[in-house]
């Protein structure tokens, strides 16, 4: 299972507190120690530095499926992705293959804010065959990965993918992206990888859908790999959208390459 650290706030306690990891009282009126949003573990400050990373996040702390930290959103229901990604990519890979501009056409948006909280809501309750316009669900697969606090291809890890997509020379420039991609952590790598192969498969069959490797990158560039916002060197954000395009493209293009068959 994936490693995920614990997510603290400053906590004020009512009544005595103990810290769950040293054992010893939490003193003070208030703010006595920090709380793990995410799964409730209470410790001292001190403390919280030497937990490991074990996190388990509990259903009664987080209530949506967009807009949370994927490796928490994996770890809470136990499974090797989002379930929201492997229901897009099951009903688009149904009934969306042969769909022209596939991912590139936006669904209604009332339509995908609908789906989203159904998926906020229910889970994998969604029934997916009322959503009757095929891109609905890419739009909603398409705004999962938007709303991801950490982007799919994390933003630690954005300057290198930009950088291996400068490389010129072909050879050069998988070998930097698999080295970045093999740098991505647990949970977010199965579901690149995941994603990528089922790009494929649509760019497979482009000659129907129009959508290419290419296509592909320029609509998921931006979505996968987005530039950390608060970067000192913000200029370099609109330089990048080619890069963007053209790494995402590759994985797409090279994806036995990179990540083997299956
Ligand atoms: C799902 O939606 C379809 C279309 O609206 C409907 O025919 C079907 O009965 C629904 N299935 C469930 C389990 O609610
Ligand atoms: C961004 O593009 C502009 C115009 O092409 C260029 O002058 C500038 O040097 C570029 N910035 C970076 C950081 O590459
Ligand atoms: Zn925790
Ligand atoms: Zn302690």
């Known amino acids: 299972q994936y490693e995920k650290e614990h997510h603290y706030k400053s906590h004020t306690y009512r009544g005595l ?9 939490m003193w003070g009126i208030i703010q006595q120690g920090v709380q793990c949003v995410d799964c409730g ?7 919280a530095k030497l937990v490991p990373n074990d996190c388990q996040p509990a259903l009664k702390h987080i209530h949506h499926v967009f807009g949370v930290d994927l490796t928490t959103l994996v770890k809470l229901h136990s499974t090797q992705r989002p379930l929201v990604v492997d229901m897009c990519i099951a009903e688009i890979e149904k009934r969306g293959m042969d769909s022209e501009g596939i991912y590139r056409i936006p669904g209604f948006h009332d339509d995908v804010i609908e789906l989203k909280a159904a998926f906020d809501q229910l889970g994998t309750e969604v029934n997916m065959t009322a959503y009757e316009d095929v891109n609905t669900i890419a739009g909603a697969l398409k705004l999962y990965l938007r709303e991801l606090p950490v982007p799919l291809l994390p933003y630690r890890l954005y300057s290198r993918f930009i950088n291996a997509a400068k490389i010129s020379h072909e050879n050069g420039k998988l070998d930097a992206i ?3 991609l093999s740098a991505t952590p647990g949970a977010h790598f199965e579901t690149i ?13 482009s000659n ?7 296509n592909l990158g320029i609509v998921f560039g931006p979505t996968l790999l987005r530039a950390p916002e608060n970067d000192v060197n913000q200029r370099y954000n609109l330089n990048d959208t080619q890069f963007q395009q053209e790494a995402i493209a ?5 994806r036995q390459h990179l990540f083997g068959l299956g």
């Open 208 to 214: 129907e859908n129009q959508m290419s490797a290419h």
């Open 41 to 47: 573990l209470n410790v001292h400050k001190q403390c």
């Open 193 to 205: 990888k995941y994603l990528i192969q089922h790009l494929g498969r649509v760019s497979e069959r």
């Open 178 to 180: 698999r080295m970045a």
């Open 250 to 254: 590759s994985m797409i293009g090279y």
């Open 17 to 25: 507190q103990w810290c769950e990891y040293c054992g010893n009282f």
